[in-house]
């Protein structure tokens, strides 16, 4: 390797990543708070005075990946105290997401089991704490802590869209929902759903180019829907597979006809059993 393309990718790094957060402590911080809000069993409070001496550390934390994002000492303070005060009415749309994944599937035991062990949910709270910093106007950091819930799950969320309480994935890999998508409430969305935008041009990057899923609405596995001009009205169901860049009004039901043709290998004389139960 030359000399040359060490000096250039040195200079290259040196000038295009000062200032950017380390993505390894992105992810212990995301790991951290969620570990501390959802996962008690995984960490050692005797008493309340260590939960809040955690609370302090994450504080720090936090302070830290803003620092290497913004450069106002008052700005990184006060962001920093709004999103910490912010933490209880999350934690509590949270709840209700988590009640909802539990109330929707059968396999759920508890709402233990979906704040441990279900993907959706852990990708659910993520958007919601990466929302609250996009809502901040903190560069950065909102983008780095969905992709890191990206990298784990398979599902990804744009901090930028807006998504009402009691929302649900079920499986959920492959997910995607675009950044100003907006949905409703009790919407549930299973595995392989594409809330997207039809290919614009950039300098329309700020116009709404996601659609719009209203309240009790549900959207199964494989479904693309795409448009910021698409409405889907509440109390609809989409079913698996169907693409969708056109509204569709309330209560409706929309599905894929395919069509499955079972072909007979034997010849004719033989075909006279050609399956066993």
Not at 49 to 78: E, Y
Not at 96 to 109: C, T
Not at 166 to 181: R, W
Not at 235 to 246: A, K, R
């Amino acid at each position: 390797m030359s000399e040359d393309f060490i000096k250039f990718l040195f200079n290259r790094n040196s000038r295009c990543f000062s200032g950017f957060p380390d993505k390894g402590a992105v992810e212990s911080f995301i790991d951290e708070l969620y570990t501390v809000l959802f996962l008690p069993n995984d960490i050692d409070h005797k008493c309340e005075a260590q939960l809040r001496d955690q609370f302090t550390s994450l504080k720090d934390k936090f302070s830290h990946l803003l620092q290497d994002v913004i450069q106002d000492p008052q700005a990184i303070q006060d962001i920093r105290d709004g999103y910490f005060e912010s933490l209880p009415s999350l934690f509590t749309l949270l709840l209700k997401d988590a009640e909802a994944l539990l109330q929707s599937d059968p396999a759920a035991k508890s709402l233990e089991e979906v704040m441990a062990a279900y993907p959706g949910f852990y990708a659910t709270a993520v958007y919601r704490l990466s929302h609250q910093l996009h809502e901040l106007e903190v560069p950065v950091l909102p983008r780095l802590f969905s992709e890191y819930a990206h990298g784990k799950t398979g599902i990804d969320i744009h901090p930028g869209a807006t998504i009402g309480h009691s929302f649900s994935i079920d499986h959920g890999t492959g997910v995607v929902i675009g950044e100003t998508s907006l949905i409703g409430n009790h919407v549930k969305i299973y595995q392989g759903v594409t809330l997207g935008a039809l290919s614009v041009a950039k300098t329309l990057a700020t116009t709404k180019r996601h659609p719009t899923i209203e309240d009790n609405v549900v959207i199964y596995s494989g479904a693309t829907i795409l448009g910021g001009n698409t409405v889907i009205g509440k109390d609809s169901i989409i079913g698996g597979n169907v693409w969708l860049t056109n509204s569709v009004p309330n209560n409706s039901v929309v599905y894929h006809k395919s069509e499955v043709n079972v072909k007979d290998l034997l010849p004719p004389e033989e075909n006279i059993l050609n399956f066993v139960i």
